[in-house]
């Protein structure tokens, strides 16, 4: 941001280091016409924080390295300052405990980042679309309900915020009735809502009817009405597809027996005269 104060870390080529302490290197860094002081990280590391800027709009500086306030790297990279934030807004302002409620802000300084996060409170949640004046995030889950500031950052170091940046945590409200159960599909009609944890805010309440969201009034925790729409009807095409199974062809064995054949019996007599030789 333009007020300063962001880390930010120079990666250089490895360099042999003829002393031994990091900090008897009198290093600085050029941000701009600005000269601070940097510190060595490692062998290829350099850390320096960097100066306001006295553009109350963004700005693109080079920054550079000196070992001697004299000569600079040769090769400058190229580093915006971003306006501060002068007004944000944010909806929902209230989100269940179990968290994954997509918390929009809104704010003239948001630009589209890779690395932009939220923080609720303490805890940091990458954002899950930035675009300009836009940013969105889920929120994490808590243990209880409670109130938290909404803090967020374009580039994952620097957290901004802004008056009126509370969020807060509610129970997931409960439903246990609705009266009538029934009601005509041509006309409206108005339904009792009772249950529990009917959250107060400033954010509106709705009721939803399948896929169709209508306004509703809360009454009390325990108590809100609102207005079941016409039926509408939904055309569809519907496709049937059929399959038939192949074929399996029964198989029979069949044994044949029968009883042994036995035909009719009869009894032959035969007679013949003395036979007398010639």
């Known amino acids: 941001p333009n007020s300063g104060g ?26 701009g016409n600005a000269a601070v002081p940097a510190r060595f990280t490692s062998n290829s590391t350099v850390q320096c924080v960097t100066p306001p800027n006295v553009s109350k709009q963004g700005t693109i500086v080079h920054v550079g390295l000196t070992f001697n306030h004299q000569d600079y790297s040769a090769n400058e990279i190229a580093y915006e300052y971003q306006a501060g934030v002068s007004s944000a807004t944010l909806f929902p302002r209230g ?92 006309s409206p009609t108005n339904i009792k809502v009772t249950g529990q944890y009917f959250y107060e805010g400033t954010d509106p309440v709705f009721c939803r009817f399948g896929n169709n969201t209508v306004s509703a009034v809360r009454l009390s925790d325990t108590t809100m009405t609102c207005t079941a729409p016409p039926l509408q009807r939904t055309p569809e095409i519907q496709t049937l597809s059929l399959q038939l199974l192949p074929m399996t062809p029964t198989i029979f064995e069949v044994e044949a027996t029968s009883l042994p054949v036995k035909g009719d019996t009869y009894q032959i007599t035969t007679t013949a005269a003395t036979f007398q030789p010639q």
């Open 95 to 186: 989100g269940v405990v179990s968290g994954r409620t997509l918390v929009n802000i809104s704010a003239n300084n948001i630009v589209p980042s890779d690395v932009a996060e939220c923080r609720f409170s303490d805890t940091r949640v990458p954002a899950v679309f930035t675009q300009v004046g836009l940013l969105g995030c889920y929120s994490p889950s808590v243990d209880q309900p409670q109130k938290v500031t909404l803090y967020y950052s374009l580039n994952g170091e620097d957290f901004v915020t802004a008056p009126g940046m509370i969020f807060e945590f509610y129970p997931a409200p409960i439903v246990t009735r609705i009266d009538p159960v029934r009601g005509s599909v041509e």
């Open 6 to 31: 962001t880390t930010i870390t120079l990666t250089i080529q490895d360099m042999y280091r003829q002393r031994v302490s990091y900090a008897s290197y009198d290093i600085m860094c050029l941000i």
